[in-house]
Every structure is written in C-alpha cells, then in structure tokens.
C-alpha cells in the first residue's frame, strides 16, 4: 500500500472534482492536507461532505501549517509521493518533496516561474521570444517605464491570473491613475499576504492562425514532463476575451493546422527547458503575432478550467488527476491523450466595474445541447468585480461536441441563456 498526499487550497480545484479519479488508483491511499475558504460556504460545504471519503482528511490553517502537519504524519505513517492542484501551493510541495528526496524543482526555480518579471527575464535571457516590459517596484518609475515601453501598454500584477488586475493605458496620465488604483485594490491571489511589483508591457498585436474570429489571437499548450522529458498533450484554443482582458473558454484538441502546432511546440519546449521545470503539469499561454509566436506566462501547473481537468465524457481516454498522481508517485504515466471529441470549458463573468448581483438563475443554461456539466459559482447579494478576473466568475460549465463550430456556437450562447440581475 502506498500513501499518496493531496494538498488542497480553496483557491484551488475543489476535491469533488480531483477524487473520482483517484478512486481509480490501485492500492494508494490518499491523505487530503486541505486550507479551507474564508469567505465560501457552497465551497466548504464540499468539503465537509468529501473530504474523508478516500483516505483521512487534515485541516490546515495556512501553508506553514500544512508543511508541519504533514512531516508530523509522514513520521508516523511514511508517505510516498505529494500532489497538488493549486498553484498556492507549489513551494509546500517543492519543501515537502525535498524533505521526501523526491525529484520536484526548488522552491528558487518555482519563485522564479510564479514571479513573471523573473520568468520573463530568464526567458529573454535565452531567447525565447515574450512581449517587451519594464518592472516597476514604486511610483518613481512610472516615468521611466513609459519612456521605455510606450503606448498602448498594459499594466498587469506579477502574481496573477486569468485577467486579475490588468488595465490597458494610453498615456502616462492614465498610467499613473491606474498605478494608484493597483495600490489600493491589488490582493496577491498566488501567494496570499505578500506583496507584488507591476510590469508595464507592450499590448501585443494579435493575428489570427484560425480560420473563424470566433477564436482568440492565443493559445495554451498542455504539457507534462517526467524525468526531464516534455510531453505536449495537447493545444487549447482560446475564444474571444471578456473585456478588459479576462479569459473566458477553451477548446482542445486545437483545430489548428498542423505546422502552427508544431511551431507551439516549439516555443513551448524553449520556455519549459528554459524555466527548468520537471516533473510536473505546465499550462503555456502563447500569443500570435505578425512576428511569430510570443510566450505570455508559463504556469507551472494545469490549466485552471482547461477541459480535461475533469472525468465527463470531455476528457476522451485521459484523465489528467490520475496521470499527475502516478507521476507524484514515481509510476509510469500515459502522455498520448486520445479525445473522441471536441472539449471545452467556459466561464461566465460580469460586465466591467463592479456588480452587486440581485438574481441569478442557471437553469436555461441546461438546454444547451454541447452542455456536460453546470457549476453554479455566484449567488444572489454576492459583489462582483471585472478588476478580479476569473476569481469573480459566475459559472463554469463543461462542454463536448464532434463538431467544433456546434460546439462554439454553443459556447457563445451561453451567457445569453444565463440570467442575472445587477445592481
């Protein structure tokens, strides 16, 4: 019998989702190390009902906490291998993993790729291509950065995700108002409590690889590395962007042509190898531009609501939860997805500026014929912001269809079967 850690932040993929398939996991027990939410109850009322079902489940109050509970229980009850689908969470596990003498990268190389002014900087330094952009630390550089980039330029937070805390700027006035907002409305979402410098970057010209604009200008590729090998398991195409810059789907397998995935394989093998990262999932985001490919960040973990992540009828013949525990565990893993159909997943968000909902109501959405699966996420008198990106989505759902103009048709059309009242 073998012990498998799981280690679980509210931030995080809840567990209802990461449990069933590792359920299909022969002889392992999982112990769940978990932080639960502040502020969620839907949340940790999922908690509270799974956790405990495949294994013991440990309350943690923070990271610290969950490191020290976890040496305490691995003395009594030796643990084999540690997983997490949490990107908060990445330096416990690379500081568990090397107190385990298992092969992780180091708390250094996960600061460097989580930071994305130091990712950027080692990327330039070999040569991958990514935007131009000036990290500012204070005020006093405002100046200076515009001078350096120009504009139009996006201000965007080093620690963030899915559109949080991005503002385009058109001129050095704008620039030093939105520098003042960051100031006030800024959380750190990766990790929690520390505080973050801003890059100023060059807003990158898109073009279109695609041959429907109901496609975005990038793409993410899915890849995962054993043992210093990089697998690609597949590209993800985007569709078109919430205003300002909020991610809203994704589809995979890509119905790109096979030369432009051969190209996003290549930059994405450049950046992987450059950022030395292993043993791991990595989630590359990767703009199109008129002069080639540009890496916008590396995530040194799986896509957020990349479509796979769940065992629907999505997923084809791979099951993402349960290829990442074998590998924490040192198992041979299967890095050759094979899909049936065309996947997606879709979130849904507010207008931009903040939002007070007073209704919201999901039930229509279950008509759509591509729809797996429904997540209700808000909920009436809930605020709402466009400042917070994808932490203040609404819904996400799960889609499939054969037929992958069907299926974003039926994308599309599913924030006009959502209905919610603002305030």
């Not at 030093?176 to 929690?192: D, G």
């Not at 290549?266 to 199109?288: G, K, P, S, V, W």
Request: aromatic share 10%; with cysteine.
């Amino acid at each position: 019998m073998k012990r498998l850690a799981l280690l679980l932040h509210h931030a995080g993929t809840a567990p209802d989702l990461i449990y069933p398939s590792l359920r299909k996991m022969e002889q392992v027990e999982t112990i769940t190390f978990f932080i639960r939410s502040p502020t969620n109850k839907s949340l940790n009322d999922i908690y509270d009902k799974v956790i405990g079902t495949i294994g013991p489940g440990i309350e943690c109050q923070n990271e610290l906490d969950m490191i020290e509970k976890f040496i305490a229980y691995h003395k009594k009850y030796k643990i084999d291998g540690v997983l997490t689908f949490a990107e908060m969470l990445l330096k416990p596990v690379s500081i568990i993993s090397k107190y385990l003498h298992i092969k992780f990268p180091s708390p250094e190389i996960i600061e460097r790729v989580q930071n994305k002014a130091k990712q950027r900087r080692r990327l330039a330094e070999q040569n991958v291509p990514i935007p131009r952009f000036f990290e500012i630390h204070d005020a006093s550089q405002l100046k200076c950065a515009a001078q350096s980039i120009g504009f139009p330029s996006l201000l965007k937070p080093n620690f963030g995700g899915g559109g949080y805390g991005i503002f385009e700027v058109h001129n050095e006035t704008e620039l030093n108002e939105k520098y003042r907002e960051e100031q006030s409305k800024y959380e750190n979402i990766i990790l929690e409590g520390e505080s973050s410098t801003f890059n100023l970057e060059e807003k990158m010209i898109g073009t279109s690889w695609h041959n429907s604009e109901l496609f975005a200008d990038y793409v993410s590729v899915e890849s995962i590395i054993k043992s210093g090998q990089i697998h690609h398991l597949t590209v993800t195409d985007r569709t078109q962007m919430y205003k300002p810059f909020r991610e809203s789907g994704f589809i995979t397998p890509s119905s790109l042509r096979g030369n432009y995935i051969q190209k996003l394989h290549e930059i994405t093998t450049a950046a992987l190898e450059a950022l030395e990262l292993d043993n791991m999932m990595t989630h590359t985001e990767i703009m199109f531009t008129p002069d080639g490919p540009k890496i916008i960040e590396v995530n040194a973990r799986p896509g957020g609501t990349t479509p796979f992540r769940i065992g629907n009828a999505s997923n084809g013949q791979y099951d993402v939860f349960f290829q990442l525990a074998k590998l924490a565990l040192g198992e041979e893993i299967d890095t050759k997805p094979y899909f049936v159909k065309y996947a997606a997943s879709k979130v849904s968000l507010c207008p931009e500026g903040e939002w007070l909902i007073k209704f919201i109501d999901f039930s229509r959405v279950n008509d759509i014929d591509s729809i797996d699966l429904v997540i209700p996420i808000a909920q009436r008198g809930q605020l709402v912001s466009s400042y917070r990106g994808i932490e203040d989505l609404l819904g996400l759902y799960y889609l499939s269809n054969e037929n992958v103009h069907a299926l974003l048709a039926d994308m599309y059309s599913i924030d006009g079967k959502l209905y919610v009242q603002y305030k």
